[in-house]
Nanobody, 127 residues
Framework: QVQLVESGGGLVQAGGSLRLSCEASGRTFSSYGMGWFRQAPGKERELVAAINWNGGSTLYGDSVKGRFTISRDNAKNTVYVQMNSLKPEDTAVYYC????????????????????WGQGTQVTVSS
């Protein structure tokens, strides 16, 4: 049973920063890519960022490029997303997800390729 537990969400003013963490358990974390997605009220879930199994490849959603950075610490079974220059439109529930397939060379942006999801953490950016 794979479990993903997110933390680090909260309320921040526009221009501020937050770092989200996601700790994984239940399988060999270091063999699987990880992703962060978000969903705002009334909107579809979208990719924020993803990282491959060894941290050597990353990808970002267009709306966060240059502001967010995804990273992972395989020794701690944890993936992070550092969010800088936050905007009100970044307000959403942020979800951590784990890839279905091991050792994918390039991280996948498709939510259907992620087999496990965390419970989500709320990020609210005030103007």
């Amino acid at each position: 049973q794979v479990q993903l537990v997110e933390s680090g969400g909260g309320l921040v003013q526009a221009g501020g920063s937050l770092r989200l963490s996601c700790e994984a358990s239940g399988r060999t974390f270091s063999s699987y890519g990880m992703g962060w997605f978000r969903q705002a009220p009334g909107k579809e879930r979208e990719l924020v960022a993803a990282i491959n199994w060894n941290g050597g490849s990353t990808l970002y959603g267009d709306s966060v490029k240059g502001r967010f950075t995804i990273s992972r610490d395989n020794a701690k079974n944890t993936v992070y997303v550092q969010m800088n220059s936050l905007k009100p439109e970044d307000t959403a529930v942020y979800y951590c997800a784990a890839d279905l397939r091991p050792r994918r060379a390039v991280p996948t942006s498709f939510s259907q390729n992620y087999a496990y999801w965390g419970q989500g953490t709320q990020v609210t950016v005030s103007s």
